[in-house]
């Protein structure tokens, strides 16, 4: 399963169930994204052929980051641009989620293990504005929520 986190036309991240398998290559991300996600399932015997990556130039304005819960529970939270709360999802093992717009917290829920990928350098504190967390009496669960 595959799911979008949208607000007002605003892809906010992009959920992979650690049940998704489909035999192939597939993008989730679109091509405008600074960060592309895929799923790759290739039967035995398939060969990827060896390349390297061109040098091709890129402009990144925000960071968008994926996350790989290796282990664990984590309660993730969505926020508009303007740190207004708008849903939860549940993540667990084997889940994966591109964050690519708006806020985001989270709460662990059970010991976690998860990589981070994103674009760097890494630029400390200046990289992002930390705000309040919604009250635990706000939280809601949709679109498929767990």
């Not at 996600?37 to 039967?43: R, W």
């Not at 390349?51 to 664990?72: A, D, M, S």
């Not at 989620?97 to 994103?118: A, N, P, Q, R």
């Amino acid at each position: 399963m595959v799911q979008e986190i949208k607000f007002n036309n605003q892809l906010l991240a992009i959920i992979i169930s650690n049940k998704y398998s489909e035999q192939g290559i597939h993008f989730f991300t679109p091509d405008d994204f600074s960060q592309q996600l895929a799923f790759m399932k290739h039967p035995v015997g398939k060969i990827i052929l060896p390349h390297v990556h061109n040098p091709v130039q890129r402009e990144v304005h925000f960071t968008k980051e994926v996350l790989f819960i290796r282990n664990g529970k984590v309660r993730v939270d969505f926020y508009t641009d303007q740190q207004i709360y708008i849903e939860s999802q549940i993540l667990e093992s084997g889940d994966v989620i591109l964050l690519s717009e708006g806020g985001h917290g989270f709460v662990i829920l059970e010991e976690t293990e998860m990589i981070e990928v994103k674009q760097g350098p890494y630029a400390g504190e200046s990289d992002k504005t930390r705000f309040e967390m919604v009250s635990e009496t706000k939280i809601q669960y949709l679109k498929n929520g767990k």
